[in-house]
């Protein structure tokens, strides 16, 4: 049933870009349109999607629960609402350090003498060397 | 002559202190991925990406080609030494690399390997400097019509170098296609795709696109905890220990000249490339061996031409690129990001615009060739420490590395979030089995690809037949029909025969070591 889920989703993809190409208009003034790329794009997602739908053969098995990917997501995710708040280098070593001690068990010392070379480092190569200017907290 | 004098060029552009320090870090990367299982040339090329930006854009190029050659070499080390292959190309070098070193012969080995990619690299770059030219000079005939649909035969050899099946490798091409799409089409002006959000009117950028599907897919995929790292084989550092004995050289000049040919011509071919190269020469070898019993046991065949095979077609899988603007794999698509963003668009033109790229390029993959064996011979001990870096820092290093990459391009965090979406889209296509290189591939191309098939179309008058008209585009049609046939039929009338499989699949497991 999983493996459905993939070629499901790609073909509603496929289909959207089909309905949203009609609008942009496969032809126009005698010339092809904005909407012909997206036609045979969504075409492709969609036949080659359709065709890979076949139920999986052999015994079911639920797939694990992946918590540790999940756990680095939610906290890339959180990085982008937090980045304006604290800066974005003290976002990262909030990141790298949740990721290093609670969800790969690094001890709490090493952990953090991890974060702060990474962060240190960063600091140096992209504000100092290459002058990117990294975004500040909207407090200090 | 011509040649000559431009190769003077561009060792004139490459010996400089800057591109030979560019050129030494590129080599020395490139084999530190490449010993490193998981992080292959196309992440870190990709998360190198924002810093190439800041490097003359022929500097990038010199050092993004010496990682991916680089990786080549490092490849290997862990086949032979641990087998488990760092690099996709080196898997095939598992096979008997590994039973060599468990037979005491590791040294020789990793020598072997060595100085056959060395020897390749300097074939390869040689038949680049010959080839290249003249490939170009035929790609200038080519107008939108014949464009259009050598992009279209593009697409159907990038099929092939799908990892999963290529129902899925086709959708992976729909989705880069249609993800290309996103953004302000450049003949009408029209939005697409955009939803009122300022910063998709410029559409997706390639590094965002690249960091997100294989720098932050791969933290995802690490933090499974499948660490497949085993046991370093124990093996000698002496310079002496690591050269090969009297019959094991005689014996691996063959495959390392027939490795060297057959690879550079394979990774001529868009969708080519090290992998294909190494597994061809594997066959090829058993095929014509007087002792083929011994393939999988340790015969020194199954390493000098495969590993020949797969630095030849690493380096001549920038032909394509560099002459007609097509990348024949995903490193080579991140490459050409690199010089998109630059403001050099690969093509036949590049030679005659950027002659000092071109050829600085071509004369870097020789210095670079020369560092990489002085290089790997002694240090194999500390490419191989490298093993012990534990996932999770290297987990750790990798997002700030695309975080901060990523916001650097355009100083938005729109892009940080952007990549941060493709990096999870990644993973959970790579979870479902699809391959997400025909995808970037799709990605690089696509803009190219709408922009010829419209134009021809209008030379056409709206008739697709004239895709047909013209001979030069009839005839990539009908080779993208061939490719697209040939492996069909040749199931159907020799299901069996061909077939090489990964060591994974056949049958050797970590019990076998």
Request: aromatic share 8%; proline share 6%.
């Amino acid at each position: 049933m999983t493996a459905l889920v993939g070629p499901v989703l790609l073909s509603m993809a496929g289909v959207a870009a089909l309905l949203f190409a009609r609008e942009f208009g496969l032809w126009s003034f005698g010339a092809p349109g904005a909407g012909l790329m997206p036609a045979v794009a969504g075409t492709l997602l969609l036949l080659a999607s359709l065709t890979d739908l076949r139920p999986t053969k052999g015994p079911h098995r639920r797939p694990a629960f992946a918590w540790r990917p999940l756990s680095y997501m939610a906290g890339l995710a959180a990085l982008v609402p937090l980045t304006p708040v604290i800066g974005l280098l003290p976002a990262l070593a909030v990141l790298v350090f949740s990721i290093l001690h609670f969800i790969e068990s690094v001890p709490l010392s090493r952990a953090a003498v991890i974060t702060a070379a990474t962060v240190t480092g960063s600091w140096l190569l992209f504000e100092r060397l290459l002058s990117v200017p990294l975004p500040k907290s909207m407090f200090w | 002559m011509d040649v000559l004098t431009n190769l003077a060029l561009g060792f004139g552009v490459v010996l400089t202190p800057t591109n030979l320090l560019v050129a030494l870090v590129g080599c020395v990367v490139g084999t530190a991925v490449g010993v490193l299982p998981g992080l292959g040339p196309t992440a870190t090329i990709s998360l190198l990406l924002p810093i190439s930006v800041y490097l003359d854009r022929t500097s990038s190029i010199i050092l993004m080609s010496g990682i991916y050659y680089g990786a080549m070499y490092g490849g290997s080390i862990t086949s032979i030494l641990i087998k488990i292959p760092g690099e996709a190309a080196s898997v095939i070098t598992c096979l008997d690399g590994y039973q060599m070193a468990r037979r005491g012969r590791a040294g020789a080995a990793l020598g072997i390997s060595a100085f056959g990619s060395f020897f390749a690299g300097i074939i390869a770059t040689i038949g680049i400097a010959l080839l290249g030219p003249r490939i170009a000079g035929v790609a200038l005939l080519f107008g939108p019509v014949e464009k259009a649909a050598l992009l279209f035969l593009g697409f159907v050899l990038i099929l092939g170098i799908g990892e999963g099946s290529r129902k899925k490798g086709l959708a992976m091409i729909g989705l880069g296609l249609l993800l290309g799409t996103v953004g302000v089409d450049l003949v009408s002006g029209e939005e697409r795709f955009v939803f009122d959000v300022t910063p998709l009117r410029d559409g997706f950028g390639i590094a965002v696109v690249a960091m997100g599907l294989f720098g932050i897919s791969e933290v995802l995929l690490m933090a499974e905890g499948n660490d497949d790292r085993g046991e370093v084989l124990n093996y000698r550092q002496r310079l002496r220990d690591l050269l090969p004995n009297r019959a094991e050289s005689i014996e691996s000049v063959g495959p390392v000249m027939r490795g060297s040919v057959l690879g550079f011509f394979l990774g001529l071919l868009p969708g080519g490339g090290a992998m294909m190269a190494s597994f061809a020469s594997y066959m090829l070898e058993r095929k014509i061996s007087r002792h083929p019993e011994r393939f999988g046991k340790g015969a020194v065949a199954g390493v000098a031409g495969p590993e020949a095979a797969n630095n030849a077609g690493a380096q001549a899988s920038f032909v394509p690129l560099l002459c007609l603007g097509i990348p024949a794999n995903a490193v080579i698509g991140v490459i050409m990001g690199a010089l998109l963003m630059a403001g050099v668009t690969p093509g036949p033109m590049l030679i005659v615009d950027h002659p000092e790229l071109f050829w600085g390029v071509i004369a870097s993959m020789f210095v670079g060739n020369l560092m990489l064996v002085v290089l790997n011979v002694p240090l194999v001990g500390l490419f191989v420490s490298l093993l012990r870096v534990p996932p999770a820092i290297m987990s750790a290093l990798i997002v700030v590395f695309c975080v901060i990459g990523a916001f650097s391009l355009n100083n938005s965090m729109f892009d940080v979030g952007a990549m941060i979406g493709f990096g999870i889209l990644g993973y959970a296509l790579r979870k479902a089995k699809y391959d997400v290189a025909p995808l970037l591939l799709a990605f690089v191309l696509g803009s190219m690809f709408e922009q010829n098939l419209r134009q021809g179309l209008i030379i056409g008058f709206g008739n697709p037949l004239v895709f047909l008209t013209s001979p030069i585009s009839a005839g990539f049609i009908g080779l993208a029909g061939i490719v697209t046939l040939a492996p069909l039929l040749l199931a159907r009338w020799r299901p069996r025969e061909l077939s090489v499989t990964p060591p994974e699949a056949s049958g050797i497991t970590e019990s076998d070591r």
